[in-house]
């Protein structure tokens, strides 16, 4: 998934009126500021009660659903191979936010600081915090790209990470 392909799906949500949170591998690049690996997929967090209006707008772009892990995350994919695996949240009135999991007596837990602004071609966009994104990348046997984004992160902010 190209960033133009990312800027595109967010024009298309934004018309749609929902409200998306970058999070995963093209959330990170999004903090940094550039491109700096090839992406699979796009994360998104998203309002749980705009899941009606964010599935008609990429359902008109021609994706179709093919993973339901409800209710913590689902995949649409499209033909052309792109895939987006969508969140969904429930704000609280402070801003902070709660995914479930597949363990329903851990859910994911986003504070409201936690939601943070970065960049993809030039182009303001909202995404999820350095250390919110070190904290998700705990406690799980890391992919080739989990250890590039991290050492991106080390990079650029000179933080610790698990890996």
Do not use: K, N
Request: charged share 20%; glycine share 8%.
């Amino acid at each position: 998934m190209s960033a133009s392909d990312v800027l595109s799906v967010l024009s298309a949500l934004g018309e749609a009126g929902t409200d998306v949170v970058i999070a995963g591998g093209w959330g990170i690049d999004a903090l940094i500021g550039e491109e700096t690996r090839d992406h699979q997929d796009l994360d998104l967090l998203f309002r749980q009660e705009q899941e009606p209006a964010l599935v008609a707008a990429l359902a008109a772009a021609g994706y179709a659903q093919t993973l339901d892990w409800r209710p913590a995350r689902f995949v649409l994919s499209h033909e052309s191979g792109l895939e987006i695996d969508l969140h969904p949240l429930r704000f609280a009135p402070d801003g902070s936010a709660v995914q479930s999991s597949l363990d329903p007596q851990e859910p994911f837990h986003y504070p409201a600081e936690c939601f943070v602004t970065g960049a993809i071609g030039g182009t303001a966009v909202r995404c999820i915090s350095v250390g919110r994104q070190v904290e998700f990348h705990r406690d799980y046997e890391p992919r080739p790209a989990d250890l590039h984004d991290m050492a991106q992160l080390r990079r650029v902010f000179g933080v610790t990470t698990h890996f």
